[in-house]
C-alpha cells in the first residue's frame, strides 16, 4: 500500500482544515488507517484511527471534539477535518495503515505497517 497525504497548510487559530490521504491497491478496505502528527523537536503522536469499515473511530485526548476521522473505501481515501485548530496542532500530519489483527492497537506507531509522507500543518496565533 502506498499512501499519500495532501492539505496541509498555514492557518490561523480556530479555522479549519481538512487533511486527505489517498491510498493505492485494491485491498484498501482491508486496512485499518490512522493519522499521526509530528511537532518540531518531538515525537510522533497518534492523533486518530478509523476501523476498516468506517464505523469506528478513535482520537487522542486533545482533539475529541475538534477533529473528525473519515474514509471513503470506494474512493481509497482517509480523511482527517480539523476544526477549531490551534497553535499546539502544529505539525508534519503523517496517514498509516495497518492490516493487522486482531483491531484495537490504533495509538501504536508499531502497529502501522504503511506511513505515507507528511503534510505540514502550521497554526499561527
Known amino acids: 500500500v502506498q499512501l499519500q497525504a495532501s492539505g496541509g497548510g498555514l492557518v490561523q487559530a480556530g479555522d479549519s482544515l481538512r487533511l486527505s490521504c489517498a491510498a493505492s491497491g485494491r485491498t484498501f478496505s482491508s486496512y485499518a488507517m490512522g493519522w499521526f502528527r509530528q511537532a518540531p523537536g518531538k515525537e510522533r503522536e497518534f492523533v486518530a484511527a478509523?476501523?476498516?469499515?468506517?464505523?469506528?473511530?478513535y482520537y487522542t485526548e486533545s482533539v475529541k471534539g475538534r477533529f473528525t476521522i473519515s474514509r471513503d473505501n470506494a474512493k481509497n481515501m482517509v480523511y482527517l477535518q480539523m476544526n477549531s485548530l490551534k497553535p499546539v496542532d502544529t505539525g508534519n500530519y503523517y496517514c498509516?495503515?495497518?492490516?493487522?489483527?486482531?483491531?484495537?492497537?490504533?495509538?501504536?506507531?508499531?502497529?502501522?505497517?504503511?506511513w505515507g509522507q507528511g503534510t505540514l500543518v502550521t497554526v499561527s496565533s
Open positions: 478509523i476501523s476498516r469499515s468506517g464505523g469506528s473511530g
Open positions: 498509516a495503515a495497518s492490516g493487522r489483527l486482531p483491531d484495537g492497537n490504533y495509538q501504536a506507531i508499531g502497529w502501522y505497517d504503511y
